[in-house]
């Protein structure tokens, strides 16, 4: 059973930096696609990252490029989002969502992701 488990949200000043984690149990690592979404309130699901844990590639959407960045734990299972350079319109609830296979990556489509973790709540204040 595919599972995905997110931690490390927060509040945080503009300006600031949190790095959010995303344990995957459940499947083998390196042959999912994973990727980074969020959702502020009255907004669409939005991807902002990418990442295909068996090529060690990541991919990022205009809005966080410079200012975000994924790396990966092989032993944890586990991805990490940095978030630098934090600013209030990335207030929003993040998920880390997982597909079988890489087609089309990098993908930043919702519906293309069938396991989705809990999601992890960023606010960030100016």
């Known amino acids: 059973q595919v599972q995905l488990v997110e931690s490390g949200g927060g509040s945080v000043q503009a300006g600031g930096s949190l790095r959010l984690s995303c344990a995957t149990s459940?499947?083998?690592?390196?042959?999912?696609?994973i990727g980074w979404f969020r959702q502020a309130p009255g907004k669409e699901r939005e991807g902002v990252a990418a990442?295909?844990?068996?090529?060690?590639?990541?991919s990022y959407a205009n809005s966080v490029k410079g200012r975000f960045t994924i790396s990966q734990d092989n032993a944890k299972n586990t991805l990490y989002l940095q978030m630098n350079s934090l600013r209030p319109e990335d207030t929003a609830m993040y998920y880390c969502?997982?597909?079988?296979?890489?087609?089309?990556?990098?993908?930043?489509?919702?519906?293309?992701?069938?396991?989705w973790g809990q999601g992890t709540q960023v606010t960030v204040s100016s």
């Open positions: 459940g499947y083998i690592f390196r042959t999912y696609c």
């Open positions: 969502a997982a597909r079988y296979g890489c087609t089309g990556y990098p993908n930043y489509a919702a519906n293309e992701y069938g396991y």
């Open positions: 990442a295909y844990p068996g090529g060690g590639t990541t």
